[in-house]
């Protein structure tokens, strides 16, 4: 099962820019010591979700990921807004009988897609041709294009791989999330 929260900084930084010196870097505030930075190298652990279970949920586990910002500028005229995928710990939840190595495994899924959909967001933010008048609308409208994506990815997923548990669907899941992982999802 996958909740999302999509953290939107956007708005924020802008305001935030005018106010700030001619060079800086404006980091999102929700970032805290529960929360995952993804990282190929650290995967998550029964230990990350840190949530009581959800007694009314039919799933076995709820992994909450989204999106943070970090932008930084050096003038008027420079911005860069890098979209970061991260775990939120303390909204993470698995009932102790499905503790086991399919489940993480399903759950991590879960992170690497959200990681998947921040990489196809920054490369449409990198590919974005700057338009002083237009940014703060286009820049949003990057990000919740990519939002939506993420929960229809999220939303397909669970839905071949556990509504029923399909064994084989999870297994052709697993090898396309490791194939876009590695293509850096272009």
Known sequence: MKIVFSVLFVFCFFSAVTQ????????SKYVSND????NKCR???WDDFKCMPDSTSTGMAGTSSGFITKSTYSSDTTIS???IAVFYKNK???????MDSATLKHEQGHFDITEICARRANLALKNYKFNKATMKNDINKIFYDFVDEQNR?????????????NNKKQREWDAKIA???QSNCE
């Not at 993470?92 to 499905?98: F, I, M």
């Open 179 to 181: 194939k876009w992982l």
């Open 81 to 83: 807004v890098v979209i």
């Open 43 to 45: 995967k998550l652990t």
């Open 20 to 27: 700030q010196k001619k060079t800086g870097s404006v980091q």
């Open 92 to 98: 993470s939840w698995v009932k102790n009988e499905y």
């Open 153 to 165: 990815i999220h939303d397909l997923y669970d839905k071949e791989t556990t509504k029923p548990i």
């Open 35 to 38: 929360t995952l930075h993804w």
